[in-house]
């Protein structure tokens, strides 16, 4: 099967052909585009096929939101996107909408060694079910169901779950952004928005001010999460290096909330660009301590595998993966 395949998020709208043939899939043409510049994604698959020329019937769109009845209103978008209103307005004969960690889901089991980092080995012996967690400009959480023969994605919404304190700073925290937002869940803080939200915190709560550099470079225009992540593993903002500190031990413990909700013995997938571009600071320990502080659940946690996803283009190989599946 040839189709059009595509991961719409918040920040970057990605395209590519793909060719699937049994289990496997081959991806060629894939290109990304910043999708807050376009006003529709048709604008953006109209570009991309007037770029490479491409030619398909069919189409998979994995999109960051939630989908119901071939429809989602991006959650991180001003886009409403139709399964029916895309096959017309592209000239498709058939377009799918799933979540997009449902399709980074469908795309785990066929990662290689490669395409993985581990965080923990977890017990090699173990199987049963798994879950992809994602921090990037949301929080995206999937679940995969074990049959005994194989596993079946499935996509959740759990990132808007509320966001529970467990010491003193984190109740601190926690009213702190319900002064701001209201309800506080887990996404306002373990995401790129999240990272600012704590930085912001913990400038407030110490009472101090932003470093001068730190400020001009983002009035500079700069992703401000990303420009804190940078000063705090070239140790040069120790506020910058708390923030990243409390982030990870945050996203540890969603990330073991997901993985006991789902029982997750053959392991837990941590996707998105955060965890692709701060492997060092992940690997620290803050991240796996925070996983594992489940009280008397803490030596199941330790037979968990805990895996980064290297592969970018996993969204777009899982998006035809599930296609050829059905």
């Keep these: ?60 769109f994995a999109v960051a939101g939630p989908v119901h009845d071939q429809r989602c209103e991006t959650t991180n978008l001003p886009w409403v996107l139709d399964a029916e209103s895309l096959e017309q307005g592209l000239d498709l004969t058939c377009v799918e909408l799933i979540n997009d960690l449902e399709a980074v889901a469908w795309g ?68 702190h952004l319900k002064s701001r937002f209201g309800r506080v869940s887990w996404e306002r803080v373990v995401s790129g928005p999240g990272i600012v939200n704590l930085f912001e915190f913990l400038c407030f709560h110490h009472g101090v001010q932003v470093p001068d550099w730190l400020s001009a470079a983002i009035n500079a225009g700069g992703d401000t999460a990303a420009i804190i992540a940078q000063a705090a593993a070239e140790e040069r903002c120790p506020l910058c290096r708390e923030t990243m500190n409390l982030f990870m031990r945050l996203y540890g413990r969603e990330a073991g909330n997901v993985a006991l909700k789902h029982m997750a013995l053959g392991g837990v997938y941590l996707g998105g660009g955060i965890a692709l571009k701060n492997l060092a600071c992940l ?19 330790r037979r968990m595998p805990v895996r980064v996803i290297l592969q970018p283009n996993t969204p777009l190989l899982g998006a035809a993966r599930f296609m050829a599946l059905q």
């Excluded at 991240?287 to 946690?301: A, T």
């Design 1 to 60: 099967m040839r189709l059009l395949v595509g991961d719409i998020g918040g920040t970057k709208t990605a395209l590519g052909l793909a060719e699937t043939d049994g289990g496997s899939v081959r991806l060629s043409e894939t290109r990304r585009y910043p999708s807050a510049s376009f006003g529709s994604l048709d604008q953006i698959v109209q570009r991309y096929l007037l770029e490479t020329g491409v030619h398909c019937r069919f189409a998979v």
């Design 108 to 175: 785990v089991p066929i990662l290689g060694a490669d395409d993985l980092a581990e965080l923990h080995p977890g017990d090699p012996h173990s199987q049963g079910n798994a879950c992809v967690v994602a921090a990037g400009t949301g929080l995206g959480q999937a679940g995969l169901f074990w049959d005994g023969l194989r596993h079946h994605a499935f996509a959740t919404e759990g990132g808007h779950s509320d966001f529970a304190p467990a010491d003193d700073l984190e109740f601190a925290l926690l009213a």
């Design 283 to 301: 690997r620290r320990g803050g991240f796996l301590e925070g996983f594992f502080d489940k009280g008397r659940m803490g030596s199941l946690m």
